[in-house]
């Protein structure tokens, strides 16, 4: 479902994740992030409150905006987030997001989503296509 392209973006820029309840969106910058190799993407919650709350209100619904701001290339994924607090994703997330804050913060766990449509973002005669 990721296409290499995809996947370089994801690897390459900040995300943007989206979730919603009780009709009021929420929108996050993602920093903390990875794509597994099973094509899995992966979110370390340092500060995910509200985003939390949203998953738990609207069985797991997600989405995720990439895009390069020179090219406008551009992604959007939609999916489903799983909730985990322990494992190795978990424990990767802690030791990244420990060495950058010195200790002064910590991932509580991490948020595993399972894509399920990519739609194309980009400017062009692409835009809108379903990969």
């Known amino acids: 479902m ?12 900040m995300w943007d994740m989206a979730t919603c309840a009780d009709n009021e969106p929420n929108v996050v910058p993602v920093a903390f992030k990875d794509v597994t190799e099973d094509g899995k993407l992966v979110v370390g919650d340092v500060f995910l409150e509200t985003t939390l709350n ?12 990439v895009y390069d701001a020179k090219s406008l290339e551009g992604y959007q994924i939609k ?8 494992g190795a994703v978990v424990d990767t997330f ?3 997001v420990e060495k950058m804050f010195n200790g002064a913060a910590t991932a509580k766990g991490a948020l595993v989503i399972t894509p399920e449509k990519v739609i194309v973002t980009t400017p062009g005669s692409d835009n809108k296509k379903v990969l």
């Open 79 to 86: 999916g489903v987030a799983e909730y985990v607090t322990e």
């Open 54 to 65: 949203n998953l738990k209100a609207n069985g797991g619904r997600i989405a995720i905006s």
């Open 94 to 96: 802690k030791a990244m």
């Open 2 to 13: 990721l296409n290499e392209n995809v996947k370089k973006l994801l690897a390459e820029s």
